[in-house]
């Protein structure tokens, strides 16, 4: 993309939005596919109404704010006007930053305004979404306010038709598929403005695949990551009932005590995160918590390992290289009590509101720990 259209934006939006303050930094703030999708629809009616091609237009947001919007460009054909412009993320993490948003706009002979998703807006296939299964992945919010704000300056009838540059390759970067949304990005946002803030866009992220799995199962599977996700696939777990929770395990886990129906809950990836868990760590970012080695060593001391075990272990740089060690002095056995202590831990966070089972693998994919029950989750 061209650097100037970046700036651009920055400047543009950076006056409006202002900052974050995230210990001490600044960090931008940014608008939300919904909000793109709303003001490229506004100027694509109100060029009905006026021919005029803006440069940028005025919304009102949910809390009643208002926001001018910059616009990139129109196409004007006999009966069909599109507008497009560009989501600005801020500095938030988004792999939706800068993607192009246009809309098709056409009048009807009626009132209504009818909201479609075209090409690059992901298709609802799952239960538990803001959208039925078969529709459009446009949440509700959107819809909300792209009406009214075509009802403040008309009472003409539109059809729109919202679109996205490349949105079926953007979606490959998100959780879109793992939600149930397939072929494209989702049109969103509650409150119009992106507020920079990794962490809670990924708990964000989280609570909706849960939201998703859990429909039809009382079971349910987290992973911490790809690696996890990969190890349980080999197994016959298949990814339609895996939650990936990152470093959130304790987020998680509040998330799916909301729904009353869960018994058994899985949780499985690399050793370096789980064996974490088994001392009470439920936050697994290396800047929050670094303590497996020290985890480790208190269990290996406690089946009586010999002091060079103990002492490699501590001094490890790498769980590759403490399971390297374990192997090597025959204390496999540590695994399974990690493992039992991590679920002990986990169940007691939850106040015992249902079962969970801990499966550690190495860095081959390796199962570290037995598991007897695992066909109750495939």
Do not use: W
């Amino acid at each position: 993309m061209d650097n100037s259209i970046k700036k651009k934006l920055e400047e543009f939006y950076e006056n409006q939005l202002g900052y974050v303050d995230s210990n001490g930094k600044k960090l931008r703030r940014g608008i939300t596919t919904g909000t793109v999708a709303t003001a490229v629809s506004k100027a694509g009616a109100l060029y009905f109404l006026e021919q005029k091609e803006l440069k940028s237009i005025e919304l009102t947001l949910y809390d009643n704010k208002n926001i001018q919007v910059l616009l990139e460009r129109y196409e004007i054909k006999k009966d069909e006007v599109t507008v497009y412009s560009r989501k600005y993320a801020g500095d938030d993490i988004d792999a939706t930053n800068l993607a192009l948003i246009y809309v098709k706009v056409n009048k009807r002979n009626d009132k209504n305004i009818n909201i479609t998703g075209g090409k690059g807006v992901g298709v609802v296939t799952r239960k538990g979404l803001d959208a039925n299964i078969g529709q459009s992945a446009i949440n509700s919010k959107p819809k909300e306010n792209i009406i009214r704000e075509i009802k403040s300056i008309t009472d003409i009838g539109f059809d729109i038709e919202i679109c996205v540059e490349n949105g079926e390759e953007i979606a490959k970067k998100t959780f879109n598929e793992r939600l149930g949304i397939i072929g494209g990005i989702s049109i969103i946002g509650t409150t119009g403005i992106v507020e920079p803030m990794s962490v809670e866009a990924m708990k964000s992220s989280i609570s909706k695949e849960i939201k998703v799995k859990v429909q039809n199962s009382d079971n349910i599977v987290l992973a911490f990551g790809n690696m996890g996700e990969k190890a349980l696939n080999l197994m016959g777990i298949s990814s339609e009932k895996i939650c990936i929770c990152s470093n959130y395990i304790g987020y998680a886990l509040e998330q799916i005590v909301t729904y009353n129906h869960i018994k058994k809950v899985l949780i499985a990836g690399n050793f370096g995160k789980a064996v974490k868990l088994a001392g009470g760590i439920f936050n697994t970012h290396s800047h929050i918590a670094d303590a497996k080695n020290e985890i480790i060593v208190a269990n290996l001391a406690l089946m009586k390992a010999p002091y060079e075990l103990l002492n490699l272990v501590i001094n490890s740089n790498t769980t590759r290289q403490v399971n390297e060690y374990i192997k090597e002095y025959g204390f496999e056995k540590v695994y399974d009590i990690l493992a039992q202590k991590a679920s002990q831990k986990c169940e007691i966070s939850i106040k015992n509101q249902f079962k969970t089972y801990v499966l550690m693998f190495d860095y081959d994919n390796n199962k570290l720990n037995d598991l007897t029950n695992i066909d109750d989750f495939k």
